[in-house]
């Protein structure tokens, strides 16, 4: 199975028309590919609060049009990062869409865990409640995103709903870059499943991205790991790992506590 993770610059001088435009084209040059990834809220930058609600848009909205279409184009299971949605009520949301290759709307997650400690995401957004994993062709998919990387459980959820492969997607910043690899080998490791976690490069509201992008085996070894710019990580690997990893080192059996 191959997959593109496409680390994405969020440049506050790139308008976000130019930027869903250049981002359809990347994801078009990865035809041939069995999975694209894009990072949390590229569109306008996951610390760019004052740019959440004007740039806010409808499930269905530009973004959604920009990459069916580029996922039909690729031929390409897309992970389309999140979106700042807003709801009918008026709600946002952090919300991934996840395209099949023709481009429909195979399925979307709401970030459970919001960001900010009351402030900012946390204060701005709406809680998913719901976990979400998609049947792809060659593996299962557990989806993510970013800050839920912290919590063990959500992940745990989404083995038991058969996840194999866990994806998140996520503006991290690098001033916290060390925890950023240190959970997406955890989260590998624990749960026996590959982690590809896509994240964002630049800086957007004065705050450094992370980059560093990164594949993790489910014995938590680094299959690839981007740099700090814009670039796009490709990565081969055999899902069918997983299940020869839990068969010779059967940890999730001996679960106790749920």
């Known amino acids: 199975m191959r997959a593109s993770l496409i680390q994405i610059d969020v440049d506050p001088d790139e308008t976000v028309n130019s930027r869903r435009s250049r981002v359809a084209s990347l994801v078009r040059e990865q035809a041939g590919a069995d999975l694209v990834i894009l990072p949390e809220l590229w569109t306008v930058g996951a610390f760019a609060y004052d740019s959440f609600g004007p740039e806010a848009e409808a499930l269905r909205g530009p973004t959604h049009d920009a990459m069916a279409a580029a996922a039909h184009d690729a031929g390409v299971w ?12 008026g709600t946002l949301y952090n919300t991934t869409l996840f395209f099949n290759p023709d481009g429909a709307l195979a399925r979307t997650y709401r970030k459970i ?3 900010g400690f009351d402030k900012g995401e946390a204060a701005m957004m709406g809680a998913g409640a719901e976990l979400v994993t998609v049947p792809h062709p060659s593996t299962v998919l557990g989806l993510a995103t970013c800050y839920d990387l912290r919590f063990p459980e959500l992940f745990r959820g989404l083995v038991d ?16 870059r060390a925890h950023w690899t240190l959970l997406a080998q955890a989260r590998a490791v624990e749960n026996q499943a590959y982690v590809l976690a896509c994240g964002t490069a630049g800086t957007h509201a004065d705050v450094p991205q992370a980059g ?19 670039e796009v990580l490709t990565v081969d690997f055999d899902p069918s790992t997983v299940a020869t990893t839990r068969d010779r080192f059967p940890a999730l059996k001996d679960r106790v506590l749920g």
């Open 78 to 89: 897309l992970h389309a990062g999140s979106i700042v949605e807003r709801e009918d009520t």
């Open 113 to 115: 865990h919001r960001f």
């Open 161 to 176: 709903a058969g996840a194999e492969t866990l994806v998140v997607s996520a503006g991290w910043p690098e001033r916290r």
């Open 212 to 230: 560093h992008s990164i594949v993790v085996d489910p014995w938590g070894e680094v299959l690839a790991e981007a740099g700090h710019g814009e």
